[in-house]
C-alpha cells in the first residue's frame, strides 16, 4: 500500500472524480464529529486556586493558610475529565516539600534540590485515562516554603481545566483544599485516599473553599447576603425560569421586597414594587417555560427579594434559566449596579459580556460564599500530538481551526450548502461573542477561561490564522464584533510584534526552545490575515506589509539550488536549518497565492512576489511523488508522504493556472490534478477522514526530526481544512479549464 488507506475504502474507489461528494465527505464527518456544543458554565469560587499568567494554579499556602504550623499538612484535590487517553508535559513549581499523586498513583516527589530552588521549574509526563482522573497535591510546610504551582505545560494550548470533587460540589470549577493537618492523610501505606463521589464529610477532613453560609447569613435578604449592603443605593437583577403548564391561564407571584422592585415575565413587566413589603399579583400567562427577571434596588430596610409562583392552585418550581453546573439554587444574580443604569429584559438576560457594575464590571454569581459563574472551554484537552481525539474542537480558537473554518466557508460557498456556512459562523461567533467577557475573565481570575490564546497574544500563531478566518467571515457580512477583534490583532502584527533590523517579523521567544528564530509558517500565520485586514480597512498599510514580508523571508529561507523553503532560519547559529519541511513549504506557496489574487496589478513588489512565486512553484513540482503526493521533507524521498502539504501544493498550483500566474500551465495543471487524485485515493476514505497528516512541529537542523518524530495523526486539525480547500480550488480549476476548451473549439 502507497498511502494510508486501502484501494477499496478510498474516496476515490467509491467516488471517482464526483469532488463535490468527497468534499461533502470531509466537511460532513468534520462537523459530525465536533458537535457545536457550547462552553460550559460553572460554579467557581473566587475565594479559591487560582491560576497565574502561565496558567498553572497557584497552590502556595503561605499567605491562604497563614494559621499553618511547621511541618504540617495541606492536601488539594481535583479532577480532570479526559475524552480518551492523553499524554501532556504537566509542570511544577516547587515552594516547599510536595508529592503529586495522579489516579492515586505517585507521579513527582519534590527532592531537596527542587525544595531549595527558587527557579526549579520540573516537567512531568502525565497520562490521564478515559474519563475522570484524579489530581491530590499534598504539601508540607517548612522554613524555604508551602505549596507549589502546578499546571499543563504551554496552557493556554494545551488546557487543563480542574474541576471539583466530592458530590457536595459536583458540577462546580476549581480545585479544593484541606485545613492544615498535622500528619499525612493520604497517600501513605495502608491510608485511602479521598472518594470524590462522596461527600466532603466522608473524608474525614474539612475542606475549603467554603461553598456553604452560615446561619447568621442565611438570615439576611439574597442580595444582601451576596453583596454586603452597598454604601450607596444599588441595584441588582435576580434571573429565574418557570415552566407553566398548558393548562394554565393565570399565573399568581407573590413574596416581598426589600425595597423597590420590578418583576418582568419574558419582556413584559408584570409586578412593581414602590417601597419594602409583601407584594402579591395574578397575570396572565403564556403556557411554557418562561425568564422571570427581577430587579431590586437596595434601601434601608435591605437589599434582595423573596418569590414564589403558582398556578391552579399549585406551587410551581423555578429552575436555572441557564445550566450552571455546581448552581442548587432556581436563580442567577447580578449586583451591584448603578441604580440609574437602564437595562432591558434582553439586555440583561446575557451571559456574553460583564455589566458596568458600581466598582468595575461584574457578572453573574450565584447563591454561594463569592461563587461566580464561569464560562469554561473544555471540550478538548490537547495532548502532546497536538489532537484532540474523540473531543468536539468546537469553540476554540487556535491556528489550525482558522484554516478548517476558511476551508468550511468556502466549501459551503462552492457546494451551496448554507448548513456549512452557518455552523463555521456559530464557531467562530461562539469566540467572538465572548470575547468582551474573556478580556474581563482573564483580568479577574489571572488565566482565561475562554478563548485562551486571543486573549494572551504573544505570537502570530496565537492569532493570524483563526483571524483570518474570521475576517473571511466579517467580509462576507459578518458581525461587528469581528472587527474590533481584527484591529487588536493588526495592532499586535503592526506596531508590537518582533521583528529583525531589516523589519522581518521573527520569534524572540526569550528562553524558549525556540528563541532568536524565523519560521517559514509565519508567512500564513500573517499574511492572510494582512490581506483581510487591508480589504476590511481600505486601508493598503497591512498587504503592503505582507508583500514585504514574503521578499525579506525570501532572502533568508530559500534554498536556491533547489527552488524550495527551509524551514527556519535560527539567528543563534547564523543560518537556516536547510530542511525543506513539507508543511512549512506548503504555508507559503498557499499563503502567497492569497497575496497575489488581491495585491493590485500595479503594485512595486508585484513582479518580484510572481517570480518567487513561479520559482518556488517549479521546485515544488519537481519533487512531486509518482503518488502524487509529496514527501514529509520535501528533498528526502525515503520521507513519508504528508497529505497537508499536498493538499496546499494542489490549491497554490490550482489558483497558479487559473489565474495566470504559471508560464508552463499545462505540467503545473497536472500536478494540481495528480495530487488531488493522490488525496482522494492514499489520503481520505469513505467515511472522510483524512489520514497521513503530520503532528504540529517543532523544528530541527536533522530531516530525521521530521521523518521519524513527526508523525501522522488521523484527522489532525492541520489538514482537514486545507483539504477542503484544494477540493474547492480543484473544481474551480477544472471549470475554468472547461470553459478554455470550449472558447478555442
Not at 278 to 291: C, K, L, M, S, Y
Not at 366 to 388: G, Q
Not at 482 to 498: C, G, N, S, V, W
Request: hydrophobic fraction near 40%; include cysteine.
Amino acid at each position: 500500500m502507497i498511502g494510508y488507506v486501502e484501494e477499496r475504502e478510498s474516496a476515490r474507489y467509491w467516488f471517482g472524480n464526483e469532488d463535490e461528494r468527497i468534499l461533502e465527505l470531509v466537511a460532513g464527518r468534520y462537523m459530525g464529529a465536533n458537535p457545536p456544543v457550547p462552553f460550559a458554565l460553572r460554579a467557581f469560587s473566587k475565594a479559591g486556586i487560582l491560576q497565574n499568567r502561565d496558567g498553572l494554579y497557584d497552590l502556595d499556602f503561605s499567605e491562604r493558610l497563614p494559621q499553618a504550623e511547621e511541618g504540617d499538612y495541606v492536601y488539594a484535590f481535583g479532577l480532570v475529565w479526559s475524552e480518551g487517553e492523553r499524554s501532556i508535559d504537566g509542570v511544577m513549581e516547587v515552594l516547599g516539600p510536595v508529592r503529586l499523586f495522579v489516579n492515586e498513583k505517585l507521579e513527582y516527589r519534590s527532592t531537596v534540590v527542587d525544595e531549595l530552588d527558587p527557579n526549579a521549574r520540573i516537567k512531568l509526563p502525565l497520562t490521564f485515562g478515559y474519563g475522570w482522573n484524579t489530581l491530590l497535591i499534598e504539601a508540607r510546610k517548612t522554613a524555604s516554603g508551602f505549596g507549589c504551582r502546578f499546571g499543563a505545560d504551554e496552557a493556554k494550548v494545551r488546557i487543563m481545566q480542574v474541576l471539583a470533587p466530592f458530590a457536595d460540589r459536583k458540577g462546580s470549577a476549581g480545585w479544593v483544599y484541606s485545613e492544615p493537618v498535622k500528619s499525612a492523610d493520604f497517600g501513605e501505606a495502608g491510608q485511602a485516599f479521598p472518594d470524590w463521589r462522596k461527600s466532603e464529610a466522608d473524608s474525614g477532613r474539612k475542606w475549603l473553599p467554603a461553598v456553604q453560609w452560615q446561619h447568621r447569613e442565611l438570615a439576611l435578604p439574597n442580595l444582601e447576603r451576596m453583596y454586603g449592603r452597598p454604601d450607596r443605593t444599588a441595584a441588582g437583577y435576580g434571573w429565574s425560569s418557570i415552566r407553566v403548564p398548558a393548562s394554565a391561564a393565570k399565573l399568581e407571584l407573590s413574596g416581598r421586597s426589600y425595597g423597590p422592585a420590578q418583576i418582568w415575565l419574558d419582556d413584559r413587566m408584570v409586578v412593581r414594587v414602590a417601597e419594602s413589603g409583601a407584594f402579591r399579583a395574578e397575570i396572565d400567562v403564556t403556557p411554557g417555560v418562561n425568564q422571570i427577571l427581577v430587579r431590586a434596588v437596595s434601601s434601608h430596610d435591605g437589599w434582595g427579594f423573596e418569590l414564589q409562583a403558582a398556578a391552579q392552585g399549585r406551587t410551581l418550581p423555578l429552575s436555572q434559566p441557564v445550566t450552571v453546573h455546581g448552581n442548587t439554587s432556581p436563580w442567577l444574580y447580578l449586583a451591584p449596579l448603578p441604580v440609574e443604569a437602564t437595562y432591558t429584559p434582553a439586555q440583561i438576560r446575557s451571559i456574553q459580556s460583564p455589566f458596568a457594575g458600581l466598582d468595575g464590571f461584574v457578572y453573574w454569581t450565584v447563591d454561594a460564599p463569592s461563587t461566580r459563574v464561569r464560562p469554561y472551554y473544555e471540550n478538548a484537552m490537547l495532548s502532546n500530538k497536538w489532537t484532540t481525539g474523540g473531543a468536539t474542537n468546537y469553540g476554540r480558537w487556535d491556528y489550525p481551526l482558522g484554516v478548517t473554518m476558511y476551508g468550511l466557508l468556502r466549501t459551503a460557498q462552492a457546494l451551496d450548502r448554507p448548513d456549512m456556512e452557518k455552523y463555521a459562523l456559530s464557531h467562530i461567533e461562539s469566540c467572538a461573542q465572548m470575547y468582551e467577557y474573556s478580556l474581563w475573565d482573564l483580568e479577574e481570575y489571572g488565566f482565561p477561561a475562554i478563548n485562551h490564546q486571543l486573549v494572551l497574544i504573544k505570537m502570530l500563531d496565537n492569532c493570524g490564522s483563526f483571524g483570518s478566518a474570521m475576517l473571511e467571515a466579517y467580509l462576507s457580512g459578518g458581525q461587528p464584533e469581528f472587527r474590533k477583534i481584527a484591529d487588536t490583532i493588526a495592532d499586535f502584527m503592526l506596531t508590537q510584534l518582533e521583528r529583525r533590523e531589516d523589519g522581518a517579523f521573527y520569534r524572540l521567544c526569550e528562553g524558549e526552545y525556540s528563541a532568536n528564530t524565523m519560521w517559514a509558517d509565519d508567512l500564513y500565520m500573517s499574511g492572510p490575515f494582512l490581506i483581510r485586514y487591508s480589504q476590511a480597512t481600505g486601508d493598503p498599510a497591512a498587504i503592503n506589509e505582507a508583500a514585504r514580508q514574503f521578499l525579506l523571508y525570501r532572502r533568508y529561507l530559500l534554498m536556491e539550488d533547489q527552488g524550495v523553503m527551509s524551514h527556519v532560519y535560527d539567528f543563534k547559529y547564523g543560518k537556516p536549518t536547510r530542511i525543506p519541511w513539507g508543511r512549512g513549504n506548503g504555508w507559503v506557496l498557499f499563503s502567497l497565492s492569497e497575496l497575489l489574487e488581491r495585491l493590485p496589478e500595479d503594485h512595486k513588489d508585484r513582479e518580484d512576489l510572481l517570480a518567487m512565486f513561479r520559482e518556488l512553484s517549479a521546485g515544488i513540482a519537481a519533487l512531486q511523488s509518482d503518488s502524487g503526493l509529496w514527501h514529509q521533507v520535501l528533498n528526502r524521498p525515503d520521507a513519508y508522504l504528508e497529505a497537508s502539504c499536498t493538499a496546499m501544493f494542489v490549491y497554490a498550483f490550482s489558483r497558479g493556472v487559473r489565474m495566470g500566474w504559471l508560464d508552463r500551465t499545462g505540467p503545473y495543471a497536472e500536478a494540481a490534478m495528480k495530487g488531488w487524485e493522490g488525496l482522494a485515493r492514499h489520503a481520505i476514505d469513505l467515511q472522510g477522514n483524512v489520514h497521513g497528516v503530520c503532528s504540529g512541529s517543532r523544528y530541527s537542523y536533522s530531516p530525521y526530526y521530521y521523518m521519524d518524530d513527526l508523525r501522522t495523526v488521523l484527522n489532525d486539525n492541520h489538514g482537514i481544512g486545507i483539504v477542503m480547500l484544494a477540493g474547492v480550488e480543484i473544481m474551480q480549476l477544472k471549470a475554468a479549464l472547461m470553459r478554455s476548451a470550449d472558447e478555442r473549439s
